[in-house]
């Protein structure tokens, strides 16, 4: 009986090289650079095929793009013809700043908005306290069903479980610290929720959520929590982002630009 070949499994890339131009051009400029958090684009590295884009004898963007499945494109230059020139090479999923999205959106049939804005920590937000609630970090050994159980009951579609829930506090970027509960103190029950990652190497703190129970909102319980979470991100990062929905009707953004977050960049996934 003939043998089998043994599968041959390809070394990791090293990524260094890549990682570390990518972390020095995004702190000049997140909000354009990127859709999300550096440390979420740093953690599929490996499967993203890397070219930087020059401008000037500088380097102004880049373009990161997995074959046959995704493409995003930033750069700190506002020249929308730019864009005209990138390959899509029939990728389903394209992630592009709002600067250059008009010439690759007709070849799209979906497409959604994100805003992206920046908290430098120049300006703290005074503390905002409520009477009848008090700020708690979440106990991450024990009480991450609870944190399943509040984001079920904050959306109308499918969210994180217990199982998936776990695998955040194993990142790199975990930090337990930034793991707040809103409680009532006369129910003595959580209320709202608020998650931060804290990437020590780049410097930046993001926000990745922040809900609120449907009875307990409109009452200050986001402005406390984001107020809570960028002051001890503060103490750590050099800065903090958060992106949202633009189409959302709880107006995320108007929330977090009143907490001292900043900025005009949105941008687009386009699907096919």
């Known amino acids: 009986m003939p043998r089998r070949k043994a599968a041959v499994i390809a070394p990791p890339r090293d990524t260094s090289s890549d990682?570390?131009?990518?972390?020095?051009?995004?702190?000049k400029?997140?909000?354009?650079?990127?859709?999300?958090?550096?440390?979420?684009?740093?953690?599929?590295?490996?499967?993203?095929?890397?070219?930087?884009?020059d401008d000037a004898s500088s380097v102004a963007g880049v373009e990161l793009r997995e074959p046959g499945k995704l493409l995003?494109?930033?750069t700190r230059t506002q020249d929308p013809l730019k864009a005209a020139s990138v390959k899509l090479d029939g990728v389903p999923t394209v992630y592009v700043h709002n600067d250059f999205v008009a010439?690759?959106?007709?070849?799209f049939d979906r497409k959604?908005?994100?805003?992206?804005?920046v908290h430098t920590g120049s300006e703290l937000p005074l503390h905002a306290k409520l009477p009848?609630?008090?700020?708690?970090?979440?106990?991450?050994?024990?009480?991450?069903?609870?944190v399943a159980t509040i984001l079920h009951a904050c959306y109308d579609t499918p969210t994180p479980g217990t199982d998936e829930i776990a695998t955040w506090t194993k990142?790199?970027?975990?930090?337990?610290?930034?793991?707040?509960?809103?409680?009532?103190?006369?129910?003595?029950?959580?209320?709202?929720?608020g998650i931060a990652e804290t990437d020590r190497l780049t410097?930046?703190?993001?926000?990745?959520?922040?809900?609120?129970?449907?009875?307990?909102?409109?009452?200050?319980?986001?402005?406390?929590?984001?107020?809570?979470?960028?002051?001890?991100?503060?103490?750590?990062?050099?800065?903090?982002?958060?992106?949202?929905?633009?189409?959302?009707?709880c107006e995320p953004d108007h929330l977090f630009r009143r907490c001292g977050f900043a900025g005009h960049d949105v941008w687009w996934v386009l699907r096919r």
């Open 19 to 27: 990682e570390a131009a990518l972390r020095a051009l995004y702190r």
């Open 29 to 53: 400029d997140p909000s354009r650079i990127l859709p999300n958090a550096l440390w979420k684009t740093v953690a599929r590295l490996q499967s993203l095929e890397c070219r930087f884009i």
């Open 72 to 74: 995003i494109y930033g």
């Open 103 to 107: 010439p690759l959106a007709p070849w």
């Open 112 to 117: 959604e908005a994100f805003f992206r804005l």
């Open 132 to 146: 009848g609630y008090a700020i708690r970090e979440v106990d991450t050994t024990t009480e991450l069903p609870l």
């Open 171 to 193: 990142r790199p970027v975990f930090d337990r610290r930034a793991w707040l509960w809103v409680i009532d103190r006369k129910q003595k029950r959580p209320v709202a929720l």
């Open 203 to 249: 410097g930046e703190g993001s926000l990745e959520w922040v809900q609120v129970l449907p009875a307990f909102r409109s009452l200050g319980l986001g402005t406390m929590l984001v107020h809570e979470l960028v002051y001890r991100l503060e103490q750590k990062v050099a800065f903090t982002t958060v992106a949202g929905q633009v189409k959302n009707p």
